[in-house]
């Protein structure tokens, strides 16, 4: 795991337990996409949609009921656009209509059955983004990670907690 953080820029490493195609389904269908990050109608080519539907409750195992904060959130619907797209290595997509910059996912075999995956958002307004991304994207990184080990997850917003305090460390906050 290798996390750098900075306020312009997030820079997330992960080795995971499954082969690029699979992790790739995980990047890529709606369904799949749901069960650790935001689901929603993927239109998969170079300026195509993808959608993003916030149900974070439903990410953990168990009922695990939603912070105040991010109350006014929950069902949110809304979609961004695919920039760049080279199947099964590479996705990248604007944030918030890239007024929050942009998202790159990308993917390399590690031998026939795990997936180095290299999330890297760029173009963040600030610490506060880099705070409030960072804690998000460890959180769903760890909960794809558990997914793709089958393991439980007890609670996203644990796991969200946790990420966003190291996100808040690293900006030495």
């Given amino acids: 795991m290798v996390d750098t953080i900075t306020a312009e820029t997030l820079r997330f490493e992960r080795e995971l337990a499954a082969p690029v195609e699979t992790v790739w389904q995980y990047l890529v269908d709606p369904e799949q996409r749901a069960r650790w990050f935001m689901g929603g109608p993927t239109d998969l080519r170079e300026g195509g949609a993808i959608g993003m539907t ?3 409750g439903n990410l953990a195992d168990a009922p695990d009921p939603m912070p105040k904060r991010y109350a006014p959130y929950d069902g949110k619907a809304w979609h961004e656009t695919i920039t760049r ?7 990248a997509f604007t944030w918030s209509g890239g007024e929050a910059g942009e998202v790159t996912i990308e993917l390399a075999p590690i031998g026939d ?3 180095r995956l290299t999330l ?8 506060d983004d880099a705070r409030n991304f960072g804690g998000g994207w460890g959180a769903h990184l760890a909960v794809l990670e558990r997914r793709l080990e089958g393991k439980h997850i007890a609670s996203f917003w644990a796991l969200h907690a946790e990420a966003e305090a190291a996100a808040a460390k690293a900006l030495g906050a």
């Fill in 113 to 115: 059955a795990r997936t």
């Fill in 85 to 91: 797209l080279d199947p099964p290595n590479l996705i």
């Fill in 120 to 127: 890297t958002h760029t173009g963040l307004r600030g610490p």
């Fill in 54 to 56: 916030m149900r974070h």
